[in-house]
């Protein structure tokens, strides 16, 4: 404990420049911390794995199959890439998983905007019920409604497409609370004023409430994303033909098939898990935000 | 329908803080009946409604009926025989007897108890810990933090079938490390004795980084002068972080806690991709059973029982929460 860093601990992350000495200009002048020592082990070894998912998927098969396997790849091996892009089904997986990512996105974004102001600024008998109903399907386990939603979809005629998909992640319960909380935060005077000049709803809500509203739609489009598109359970269940998997279905059932390929899998995997990453890292401030603070204020 | 990551208000439903009560924006009702006639005010009225109702339907009608018919029509499942395709046939409360007489059961029972005792504590633990260490402005600490949370958006799929190559006994990197370090080569998710220790290990690994981006942002809502008093009174780094900081985590922990459990409780992505519920049942959890029952030996009415089991289970979990919550931090409610 005693090795510890110049501004210990409990400086907020962004402190404004005026919050200690120091801080204007403060890359250059923190010195080496011995914290480093323990830290920089510790991040690496969380990054191992995905480094290593890296490294083999450039590598050559008869690197990786070697005993003992390679632990470096003696040369960049695009094999396994222009396999798995080869491989007619793997680009339709992850168009399926793409369609499906974004109409999840596009629809949450809409019924949950429309849904969460009708909550925050209207009124309508019923809105209080229905509120806490929708609140409560939160808690609601999916091991405990996939069995039914199964046979819901199947009476629907969409299993074995990605309707089946599609429907059930239009909108959660979690985009419409979140948009409706976001949305009471906003002055309300600045609506007021546009609808006692006869602005309809729909209009104040796009025009108004949300250019205002980016922070939270964006927080809503990053963990729809990324729930749509790291899903297994839902698509292994609903999904027959693998011509409608999903990519992460895809990858498993590739996995299976090609377990001696594993330059092609990890290059395949490598494609699965790179466009979440590119979210997560384009929108690192607004992702960190949103599992912080949507689930803290109790 | 998958569910996200932070809903995170299942036993602690968001205060209506602001919430204007049934009349907001516009003509709030006293001083609306001032302005307006009764007729035109009732007719604002119900064009309001309307317009809401079609605002909400969408949401309303998914969701509604997605979970609250599904939840019902499940209840009725775990009463009959189904196989997804013929007639369904009442059998009363023969799938709860079959289920308390099923040893596979009781077995995916202790597995997922065992693995929730596991990640739970060490996942918490290792991420207070992370996060007290991350907790300080030095060089690179944005790139550290990165780098431990970024496991968190892998797909459960992409850990599986990365770390069912990296612990593959014959061709897989860590074999070959132990053996270049002089170790003996282990089994790892082909072993029962290991697998789900090991799954245990993979999900740490990528469930980490969530509570110490929790933790994180809890220390720095600490209140500096907090612990600037205690300080002025002499208290030691340590005294500040057992008498201050922890007790001023307490609430983040109890959610922690409650998020973490039910996650565990639902583990079936990672073993669906790895183990397949064996070697010799060692990893069957009681997600994987109920899927196992539904959809491949369609026996849906017993997969729905062993549903409803899982599900009292949370709700005990979460009432336990809640009153526990209540009790270490009465105030907790109010944030």
């Not at chain 2, 500096?224 to 307490?250: M, N, Q």
Request: hydrophobic residues 50%.
């Amino acid at each position: 404990m005693t090795l510890a860093a110049p501004r210990p601990g409990t400086q907020p992350r962004n402190a404004t420049s005026d919050a200690a000495p120091g801080v204007g200009r403060r890359r250059p002048r923190l010195p080496f911390s011995a914290w480093h020592l323990l830290l920089a082990p510790l991040a690496l070894l969380f990054a191992l794995p995905l480094a290593w998912l890296l490294l083999s998927s450039v590598m050559s098969d008869a690197e990786i199959n070697r005993f003992p396997p390679a632990l470096w790849p003696s040369g960049i091996d695009l094999g396994g890439y222009r396999y798995v892009l080869g491989n007619a089904l793997f680009p339709r997986w992850f168009l399926n998983s793409l369609i499906v990512s974004a109409v999840a996105v596009a629809a949450n974004l809409l019924f949950g905007s429309l849904g969460g102001y009708a909550f925050a600024r209207m009124r309508f008998a019923g809105s209080k019920v229905l509120l806490v109903l929708m609140l409560a399907t939160m808690a609601v386990p999916f091991q405990l409604t996939m069995i039914p939603t199964f046979l819901v979809m199947k009476r629907l005629g969409l299993i074995d497409t990605l309707g089946a998909l599609i429907v059930p992640s239009l909108v959660t319960p979690f985009a419409v609370f979140l948009l409706r909380q976001f949305f009471l935060s906003l002055p309300r005077e600045l609506e007021e004023a546009a609808w006692l000049d006869g602005c309809s709803r729909l209009r104040v809500l796009f025009t108004i409430v949300l250019p205002l509203s980016r922070p939270a739609l964006s927080t809503v489009a990053v963990l729809t994303f990324l729930t749509t598109w790291n899903d297994l359970t839902w698509p292994l269940i609903a999904l027959n033909h693998d011509t409608q998997y999903t990519l992460q279905l895809g990858l498993t059932t590739f996995q299976g098939q090609h377990h001696t390929r594993w330059s092609a899998v990890m290059a395949g995997n490598v494609l699965t898990v790179l466009p979440v990453l590119l979210a997560f890292l384009g929108a690192q401030k607004s992702f960190i935000r949103s599992l912080t603070s949507t689930g803290l204020k109790g | 329908m998958p569910h996200h990551p932070a809903p995170l208000t299942l036993a602690d439903p968001p205060a209506d803080r602001s919430d204007p009560g049934p009349g907001a924006p516009a003509p709030r009702p006293g001083t609306a009946h001032r302005r307006w006639p009764s007729g035109r005010l009732r007719d604002a009225h119900r064009r309001e409604a309307a317009t809401a109702w079609a605002f909400v339907s969408p949401a309303v009608l998914i969701i509604l009926g997605l979970s609250v018919l599904p939840v019902v029509w499940s209840l009725l499942l775990s009463f009959q025989a189904n196989d997804l395709v013929t007639p369904s046939r009442w059998v009363g409360l023969d799938n709860y007897r079959a289920l308390a007489a099923d040893p596979h059961f009781s077995q995916a029972i202790r597995n997922t108890l065992l693995f929730t005792v596991l990640f739970v504590p060490l996942s918490l633990v290792g991420g207070l810990a992370l996060a007290l260490a991350l907790n300080r402005r030095i060089r690179l600490v944005g790139l550290y933090r990165t780098l431990i949370f970024v496991p968190f958006v892998v797909s459960a799929t992409a850990q599986g079938v990365l770390f069912s190559f990296i612990l593959d006994p014959e061709f897989g990197a860590a074999n070959s490390v132990l053996s270049r370090l002089g170790l003996s080569p282990q089994g790892f998710l082909t072993d029962p004795g290991q697998a789900l220790a090991v799954l245990v290990g993979i999900t740490l690994w990528s469930g980490t980084g969530f509570c110490v981006v929790v933790y994180l942002a809890a220390l720095q809502d600490v209140p500096e002068s907090l612990i600037e008093a205690a300080r002025l009174d002499g208290a030691g780094r340590r005294h500040v972080l057992r008498h201050v900081t922890l007790p001023a985590l307490t609430p983040v922990t109890v959610f922690l806690v409650l998020w973490q459990t039910i996650q565990s409780l639902q583990v079936f992505d990672l073993v669906y991709v790895t183990t397949k519920g064996g070697p010799l049942g060692s990893t069957t959890v009681i997600v994987y059973f109920i899927w196992e029952q539904a959809f491949k030996s369609f026996t849906a009415g017993y997969g729905a029982a062993a549903a409803y089991v899982l599900a009292f289970a949370l709700c005990l979990i979460g009432v336990v929460t809640r009153v526990v919550r209540g009790r270490t931090h009465p105030q907790g409610a109010a944030r």
